[in-house]
């Protein structure tokens, strides 16, 4: 059973896995992946997931998929359905590295060195890692008002804030501003514009 995962909280939990598969066993390999992504399918809290093949004939399989939370994850993963289907996978593929992120990195890191991409919808060409300038606007829409707001208090209940030296006045403002938009601020934009960031491009 995997533990809990603490500190993920409510937000959205993106895994990846790396797994090893033998390049003349790939057709086995994906339908017993595609099973286990209809199995999730119907499972509560899932938002979606994909696999990446650094090339056609790669051992390296990266699978993703996310869940709403870290409640509807436990779940997933904690489930009888769940271990079945790893059952079946065994001497397909071997697990070598897991990794759980959970707010704005969770889709920014999907791996983007490959050559061949498999996908769950049929329709659908790529996993999509969000493109610089969506990050760089979520990140803005974020830090703007969080930003503009501690200024605004600040000016108004901190006597004397104006004559601090400015580099003091950039470090308050970053020590209290990066914690608040790692644990709160990023999540919620992120849950907000999910559709947007990761809206894949389609077969013309």
């Given at each position: ?20 598969v ?6 086995e ?30 051992r ?87 930003n ?12 004397g804030w ?24 990023l ?10 960031l ?7």
């Amino acid at each position: 059973m995997s533990a809990p995962h603490a500190g993920f909280g409510s937000f959205p939990v993106t895994v990846s896995i790396t797994r090893s598969v033998d390049p003349d066993r790939v057709a086995e390999v994906t339908g017993w992946v595609q099973t286990g992504v209809n199995l999730a399918n119907t499972w509560p809290g899932f938002l979606g997931s994909g696999w990446v093949r650094a090339s056609a004939h790669s051992r390296e399989w990266h699978m993703l998929y996310r869940f709403a939370d870290a409640a509807t994850l436990d779940a997933w993963e904690n489930s009888a359905q769940r271990a079945g289907w790893l059952e079946g996978g065994r001497g397909l593929v071997e697990e070598r590295i897991v990794h759980k992120r959970t707010g704005i990195e969770g889709w920014f890191d999907v791996p983007t060195t490959t050559t061949e991409i498999q996908a769950v919808n049929p329709d659908v060409i790529e996993v999509v890692r969000p493109p610089r300038w969506k990050q760089a606007v979520s990140i803005w829409l974020g830090f703007f008002p969080v930003n503009l707001a501690f200024t605004l208090l600040v000016v108004a209940f901190v006597p004397g804030w104006g004559d601090l030296w400015t580099l003091a006045k950039v470090f308050i403002t970053t020590a209290v501003l990066t914690p608040l938009m790692a644990y709160w601020v990023l999540p919620f934009v992120t849950r907000l514009l999910q559709p947007w960031l990761t809206a894949p491009r389609r077969r013309r």
